[in-house]
């Protein structure tokens, strides 16, 4: 079975630096995605980035970067210029076409002034 | 992507009632799932909505507890049945788009039951 797995539940973050969330994934298969969802306190799941695994290149939405390494199962997200308004849960998350979306336990981030 | 909306956003609730919860969709999608997210935890799948036939269930749930109805390809409801404090949870629903890999999230219903 596929697995998800933040190991960080707690990530603090000054305004305008960058931060970066962990995320590992166990899979047998060689096809599948991975995304990123952030979750405010207003509870609204929020798609921040999508990731295809037969696609080298890290995928990139503005201030947010994923470091794709399929090797070694891991997805991490790069928050760049950090804002106020990232503070959030975020969900790492991982599917292929035939199969259920399999969450991690999430990464609370605060953004401090 | 596409926009769901859900209804009610929150409700109080006492215990031993029932509560339906709706999803509706601004475009047909064919797939639709429930999720439950309890405190500080993260999301877990109730059941996948099928169009013209049952729900599909995930392990832990049952019909008689969540029964779920799709009617057509843009709406579903989710009954949570004989509620009881530990039934208070948010409750999601989240379709697959038009790009068949990624899935979008309603905004929720926070469910508290008294």
């Known amino acids: 079975a596929q697995t998800v797995t933040q190991s960080q539940p707690e990530m603090s973050v000054q305004e305008a630096e960058t931060v970066t969330l962990s995320c590992t994934y166990d899979?047998?298969?060689?096809?599948?995605?991975l995304f990123w969802y952030k979750q405010p306190p207003s509870r609204q799941m929020i798609l921040v980035i999508r990731?295809?695994?037969?696609?080298?290149q890290n995928a990139t939405e503005n201030r947010f970067s994923v470091n794709f390494q399929k090797a070694a199962k891991s997805f991490s997200l790069k928050i760049s210029d950090s804002q106020l308004g990232d503070a959030a849960m975020y969900f790492c998350a991982y599917r292929t076409l035939a199969s259920k979306l399999t969450f991690g336990t999430g990464t609370r981030l605060q953004v401090t002034l | 992507s596409a926009v769901i909306s859900q209804k009610p956003s929150r409700d109080i609730c006492q215990r031993g009632t029932s509560l339906t919860i709706q999803c509706q969709v601004d475009s047909q999608v064919t797939m639709m799932f429930w999720y439950r997210q309890q405190p500080g935890q993260s999301l877990t799948l109730i059941a996948t909505a099928n169009q013209g036939s049952e729900a599909t269930y995930e392990s832990g749930f049952v019909i008689d507890k969540f029964p779920i109805s799709r009617p057509n390809l843009t709406f579903s409801t989710l009954t949570v049945s004989n509620m009881s404090p530990e039934d208070s949870s948010i409750y999601l629903c989240?379709?697959?788009?038009?790009?068949?890999?990624?899935?979008?999230f309603g905004p929720g219903t926070r469910l508290t039951v008294l």
């Open positions: 990731q295809e695994a037969y696609k080298q």
């Open positions: 989240s379709v697959v788009g038009d790009r068949t890999d990624t899935q979008y």
């Open positions: 899979t047998s298969e060689s096809d599948y995605y």
